[in-house]
């Protein structure tokens, strides 16, 4: 019944912007963490940004640190990734992760309960 839906992908030139959403459905999560991981074609699902589903913290691969913003409205059950600077190495399928838990060791994809379907974002040089 939980379902993940990503919104906002499409094609940019670097060095412009995107925001990326995400609706969550069918249940509230008031503990969750909430993730946003990247896979290009041919590599690993790699971590990009992540928050509290309450609370202010967040977390954020070295990669995105002043470009990527993760941000969420709650009265919405919507989480954001604000994506400035955008570079074609950032040229991916974003998927948007629910941990229901809030367990430990939230860079990684295998703690994480839902999966959006993925949305694509490219950046072309």
């Known amino acids: 019944q939980v379902q993940l839906v990503e919104s906002g992908g499409g094609l940019v030139q670097a060095g412009g912007s995107l925001r990326l959403s995400c609706t969550v459905s069918g249940r509230t999560f008031s503990r969750a963490n909430m993730a946003w991981f990247r896979q290009a074609p041919g590599k690993q699902r790699e971590f990009v940004a992540a928050?509290?589903?309450?609370?202010?913290?967040?977390y954020y691969a070295d990669s995105v640190k002043g470009r990527f913003t993760i941000s969420r409205d709650n009265a919405k059950n919507t989480v954001y990734l604000q994506m400035n600077s955008l570079k074609p190495e950032d040229t991916a399928v974003y998927y948007c992760?629910?941990?229901?838990?809030?367990?430990?060791?939230?860079?990684?994809?295998?703690?994480?309960?839902?999966w959006g379907q993925g949305i694509q974002v490219t950046v072309s040089s």
């Open positions: 992760a629910l941990d229901e838990e809030a367990r430990f060791g939230l860079v990684t994809p295998g703690v994480y309960d839902y």
């Open positions: 928050c509290k589903w309450s609370g202010g913290n967040t």
